[in-house]
T-cell receptor, first 114, second 107 residues
Framework: ETGVTQTPRHLVMGMTNKKSLKCEQH?????MYWYKQSAKKPLELMFV???????ENNSVPSRFSPECPNSSHLFLHLHTLQPEDSALYLC?????????????FGPGTRLTVT | KNEVEQSPQNLTAQEGEFITINCSYS?????LHWLQQHPGGGIVSLFM???GKKKHGRLIATINIQEKHSSLHITASHPRDSAVYIC?????????FGKGTKLSVKP
């Protein structure tokens, strides 16, 4: 059981759809992350938020739009995605940003773009 | 650029066997993480270590900072240990990850 939840767990969407992924952490952490995991590839960091402020954006296409309304919630808004965006999207949180902190992961959202 | 290499990529073992998974990285770090990812996708942090050895149940993680190498050992392996094991190291304030080692333990 983790303190990080993600919804939905599975999502199938067409390339013209707009959808949102939601992440919630119940750990009192100050930092939250979005990762993308494609088949046969390592986890790729997409976005980092610290105290609701975006501190890192790893050159992610604009069709992915993050939102962090407070330190417990993180969204990833999706629009006009491509089939190659199909992947597992993982949310994580940590007490702060930086090396000494462990990250706690959610169960992920399995996204399929048709 | 910090690179993380894991070996082997895939590993099949019989129940009860001793398992070793290796991780090498290219630049100096303050700590290294071992993570476990089950088939459903969820990731659990197993260890964060900066020196020596840590043990949790049947899992043991060791690190040699000078050689830039870490190992994850599983003693008396069990089918429920079947998962992908991922090594991660900090780089510029964030974590970068190895590709993972897929372990399958047969009964």
């Amino acid at each position: 059981e983790t303190g990080v939840t993600q919804t939905p767990r599975h999502l199938v969407m067409g390339m013209t759809n707009k959808k949102s992924l939601k992440c919630e952490q119940h750990l009192g952490h100050n930092a939250m992350y979005w990762y993308k995991q494609s088949a046969k590839k390592p986890l790729e960091l997409m976005f980092v938020y610290s105290l609701e402020e975006r501190v890192e954006n790893n050159s992610v296409p604009s069709r992915f739009s993050p939102e962090c309304p407070n330190s417990s919630h993180l969204f990833l808004h999706l629009h006009t995605l491509q089939p190659e965006d199909s992947a597992l999207y993982l949310c994580a949180s940590s007490p702060g940003t930086g090396a000494p902190y462990e990250q706690y992961f959610g169960p992920g959202t399995r996204l399929t773009v048709t | 650029k910090n690179e993380v290499e894991q070996s082997p990529q895939n590993l099949t073992a019989q129940e009860g066997e001793f398992i070793t998974i290796n991780c090498s990285y290219s630049v100096g770090i303050s700590a290294l993480h071992w993570l476990q990812q089950h088939p459903g996708g969820g990731i659990v942090s197993l260890f964060m270590l900066s020196s020596g050895k840590k043990k949790h149940g049947r899992l043991i993680a060791t690190i040699n900072i000078q050689e830039k190498h870490s190992s994850l050992h599983i003693t008396a392996s069990h089918p429920r240990d079947s998962a992908v094991y991922i090594c991660a190291v900090p780089s510029q304030g964030n974590l970068i990850f190895g590709k993972g080692t897929k372990l399958s333990v047969k009964p």
